[in-house]
């Protein structure tokens, strides 16, 4: 079960070994944009919101427990919203979940979408390697 800081952290490690700087990260108990980066050759900034499968939290009902399909599709609403804010003035989007059944089957519904909107999603697998959708078409 993934975490929203292995999530952020998963993300960061890839976004670096593909040229990009990290401006900023937030944890789970702070607020503002969870990723913030820039690319070092290409000059263009990305704003990311992570989402986690699990409560960080260890007092919680939820921690370490899969949460159900209800919160994976709240997760993704306000990730697309905070995406959604962040988009323009020259700024790439995008938003990152654990790969797992509740979040891929709720993102695939939404992914023309999400292509139209050039909102990128970034995958971390268990193992916590990153995959992206692909969506951004004005990255370069």
Request: with cysteine; glycine share 6%.
């Amino acid at each position: 079960m993934l975490t929203e800081s292995q999530v952020i952290d998963a993300v960061c490690a890839h976004l670096r070994k593909s040229g990009w700087r990290i401006e900023s990260t937030c944890r789970e108990t702070e607020r503002g944009y969870d990723i913030v980066a820039t690319h070092r050759s290409k000059r263009r900034r990305a704003i990311i919101e992570a989402k986690d499968e699990t409560s960080s939290k260890s007092y919680t009902l939820r921690h370490g427990k899969p949460f159900s399909s209800g919160q994976a599709t709240s997760h993704i609403s306000r990730a697309l919203y905070t995406a959604i804010r962040s988009i323009g003035h020259g700024t790439l989007s995008g938003m990152a979940f654990p790969k797992n059944e509740a979040h891929v089957k709720r993102v695939e519904c939404i992914a023309p979408t999400l292509r139209k909107l050039d909102l990128e999603v970034f995958w971390v697998t268990s193992d916590r390697k990153v995959e992206r959708a692909g969506y951004w078409k004005h990255e370069s």
